[in-house]
Nanobody, 119 residues
């Protein structure tokens, strides 16, 4: 299993970024996918979830109305569109695939991509 995030960078407050996470090594279309983030000195926190068919999404209150999670199962990629960015959105953003079988469950993570929101 491999998850590779991209699209992070430095952006001014009020700006936008689109993160991508390219997945491989598992049947992407059968997996719900998540985005998490971790700010300096803080615990990793959940940001958003999208179901395997893209039919349902859920967001943390802190990003609701500003971020949009989406996926393209033909490209094995999940996205996070981030608008109206705030300095408090500064963090390393991680793609997460919670995979399971009959008697196992494991969380897979990407390496993360840094998002910095600063004037």
């Amino acid at each position: 299993v491999q998850l590779v995030e991209s699209g992070g960078g430095l952006v001014q407050p009020g700006g936008s970024l689109r993160l991508s996470c390219a997945a491989s090594g598992f049947t992407f279309s059968r997996a719900d996918m998540n985005w998490y983030r971790q700010a300096p000195g803080k615990e990793r926190e959940w940001v958003a979830t999208i179901t395997r068919d893209g039919g349902s999404t859920n967001y943390a209150d802190s990003v609701k109305g500003r971020f949009t999670i989406s996926r393209d199962n033909a490209k094995n990629t999940v996205y996070l569109q981030m608008n109206s960015l705030k300095p408090e959105d500064t963090a390393v953003y991680y793609c997460n695939a919670p995979l399971s079988g009959r008697q196992w469950r494991r969380d897979y993570w990407g390496q993360g991509t840094q998002v910095t929101v600063s004037p």
